[in-house]
């Protein structure tokens, strides 16, 4: 998760998404996994790609309704019409 993160922050986008499904698919008890789902669908939208970005923030809302992370993909969904 946190090298994913550390790809993010240095705008290597698809690097981050990456590593982001790396979590998603080897780590599927972690506590990072509803972080992993919104930080991947926001490097989706910085890459302009808003159809994946709703994908992966709507995954978020489904799989975990319930967490801070919900309520940041709620407001980013708005932002991507």
Do not use: P, T, V
């Given at each position: 998760?946190?090298?994913?993160?550390?790809?993010?922050?240095?705008k290597w986008f698809e690097k981050a998404i990456t590593e982001y499904q790396k979590v998603l698919?080897?780590?599927p008890d972690s506590n990072k996994?509803?972080?992993?789902?919104?930080?991947?669908?926001?490097a989706f939208a910085?890459?302009?790609e808003?159809?994946?970005?709703?994908?992966?923030?709507?995954?978020?809302?489904?799989?975990?309704p319930d967490t801070n992370e919900a309520k940041f993909a709620t407001?980013?969904?708005k932002t991507l019409n």
């Open positions: 998760f946190w090298i994913a993160e550390s790809f993010y922050s240095e698919d080897d780590y996994l509803a972080a992993a789902r919104l930080k991947q669908g926001y910085e890459l302009g808003k159809a994946n970005a709703r994908l992966f923030l709507k995954e978020l809302l489904k799989k975990h407001e980013k969904l």
